[in-house]
Each structure stands twice: as structure tokens, then as C-alpha cells.
């Protein structure tokens, strides 16, 4: 059987929630932060410890069969490969971001400025689809700095909380690309019997992570109000509780709308709610 190879990140943003996904999967690994590559004890399969910008050209030639990283380093790196799954992490959006004394209003208002930037690709694709004529200044890190330094009148770059362009004197001017953590094969690749066992246990991870399980006490009479806001994997199970009149009822419901679903429980005569997290869900 031919061992695969997934490729993630050594260290940075992306590396502990990747690790922590491989792990969810029931992957036996050794993480020494010095190791290049780690051997799961459990499963045929190699980790590749690279810096992310490496990822999708080594999936794209086919040294890894697999990687993670973000949309963001995959677009702009240009290579030819495909997206398995989205993996819910790395979450932020790529924006042009000006002073937050400017008064631009309007994109054409770039036209003939300077963008600092450290994903010139991304950038040009979207002034050219907006037919923007401005200045791309690539530069590989701290590119927040760039207006201070009069380096650039604009920048485009990473952002998540905001925090960063706020301390520096900057306010979003435009979102341009959302990017997220994303599972990546060499395109055309076959998935063959270990990525498909592979994918299927990161989707049950997933699908889990995104759920909770409840369990709430109600009376027969408040049943039906309570059953019709739980839709369950298949559909709620109900169980007699001794106190007559009385069914609790297990189900699992979205982490997103977590809070409202609750609330409304309680208000169609919910009681003793339990809430635990889910391991995995296997459909
Ligand atoms: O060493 P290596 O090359 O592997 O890592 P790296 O330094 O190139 O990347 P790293 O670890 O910083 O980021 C890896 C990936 O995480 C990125 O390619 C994105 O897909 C994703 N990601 C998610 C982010 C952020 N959020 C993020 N906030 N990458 C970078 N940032 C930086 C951004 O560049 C800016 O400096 O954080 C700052 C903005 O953050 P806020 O919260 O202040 O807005
Ligand atoms: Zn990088």
C-alpha cells in the first residue's frame, strides 16, 4: 500500500489547528517542533512540515498528495491543484486598506497610487477585473507600514480582528478575497481508498465541531413546540422519563445559531437543558 503524504504548516497560524485536525482524526503522530516529517504509527500516511508558501506547489508536483493551508497563499502562488474541504480555520479576509484620514471613496481613486502588498498576484487580478491603473509595490512583510514610511498611499493585506490596520493608522477600504484553511490535492490526482478514509474522518470532525448535543426535559403537552425547532441528525429521540407526563428529548443542533435555539427551547417549555460536545458524526 502506498503511504500518502500530506503537506502543513511548520509553524505559524495555520500549524496547530492543522495539527489538532489530523489529530480529531484519530491520527497517531509524534509533533517535535524541530521534525521536517512525522510518520503516523496508525494509518499510511507522512506529514510534511513546510512553510505555507511551499504547500501548493509541492501538492501541484506531487511531492505531497495532500496539503492545508490558506485560499489566500494557494491563489497567489498560481498552482494547479484542487480543493477537497474547507476546514473552518485561518478564517480572514484580504483588503485594501487606506489611512484613516483619506478621503477615497470611490476604487477609480487609486488609479496612478501606490499598494503595498505581499500578494501582488491577488491584487493585480482584482485592480485589472476593475480596471484600476495603480501602483503594485510588493514587499514581503510588515507591508501596515507602508503609508507611514510614504512608501505607498495604500495597502493590501491580511486581515482578521482589524487590530493591526487600527494601531497603524488605517481603515478597510475594500474586502477583496475571504480566505479559510483549505484541504488541497494535486489536481486530476486519484482519491483513492486512503484520502477517501482520509476526507471522511476530517468531514465527521468537522460536521461534530460544528453541533452540539442536547438533552432537555419537557412535558408531552410542550412537545410538539419543542420537537419542531430540533431537526436531529435523522430527527429527535424521545425517551419517557419516569415522572409520568414528562419525555426527555436528545438531539444536536448547530453551534452557529447555538444561543437562539436555546433560548427559543426554553420558551416552548424546555427544562434541565444539557449541552455536551460531539466527538465525531459518521453518516
Ligand atoms: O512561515 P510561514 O511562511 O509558513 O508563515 P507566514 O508567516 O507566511 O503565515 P502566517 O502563519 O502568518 O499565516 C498563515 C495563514 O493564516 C495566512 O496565509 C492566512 O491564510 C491565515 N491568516 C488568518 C492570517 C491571519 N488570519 C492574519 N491575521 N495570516 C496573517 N494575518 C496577519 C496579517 O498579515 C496582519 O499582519 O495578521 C495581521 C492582521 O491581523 P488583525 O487581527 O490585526 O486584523
Ligand atoms: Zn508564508
Known sequence: MKTLKI????????????????????????????????????FPLEILFLRDDDIPE???????????????????????????????FGKCTLKIAVPSTSTISDLQQLDGKAIATSYPVILEKYLKANGVDAQIRNISGSVEIGPGLGLSDAIFDIVSTGGTLKSNGLKPFKNVMDSEAVLIAGNGM???????????????????????????NVEKSNLQAVV????????????????????????????????????????????????????????
Open 7 to 42: 503537506a502543513i504548516q511548520k509553524s505559524g497560524r495555520l500549524n496547530e489547528k492543522s495539527v489538532e485536525i489530523l489529530k480529531n482524526c484519530g491520527l497517531s503522530f509524534e509533533n517535535y517542533k524541530s521534525s521536517l516529517i512525522a510518520t503516523v504509527a496508525n
Open 228 to 283: 419542531d425547532l430540533l431537526p436531529g441528525v435523522k430527527s429527535p429521540t424521545i425517551v419517557p422519563l419516569f415522572e409520568e407526563g414528562w419525555v426527555a428529548v436528545h438531539s444536536v443542533i448547530a453551534e452557529q445559531d447555538f444561543w437562539e435555539k436555546i433560548n427559543n427551547l426554553k420558551a416552548a417549555g424546555a427544562q434541565g437543558i444539557v449541552v455536551m460536545p460531539i466527538e465525531k458524526i459518521i453518516t
Open 190 to 216: 486519484e482519491l483513492n481508498e486512503e484520502v477517501q478514509e482520509l476526507l471522511q474522518r476530517i468531514q465527521s470532525v468537522l460536521r461534530a465541531k460544528a453541533t452540539k448535543y442536547v438533552v432537555l
Open 58 to 88: 509541492y501538492v501541484q508536483d506531487g511531492i505531497a498528495d495532500l496539503g492545508i493551508v490558506g485560499e489566500n497563499v494557494i491563489i497567489e502562488s498560481g498552482a494547479n491543484v484542487s480543493y477537497l474541504q474547507k476546514l473552518g
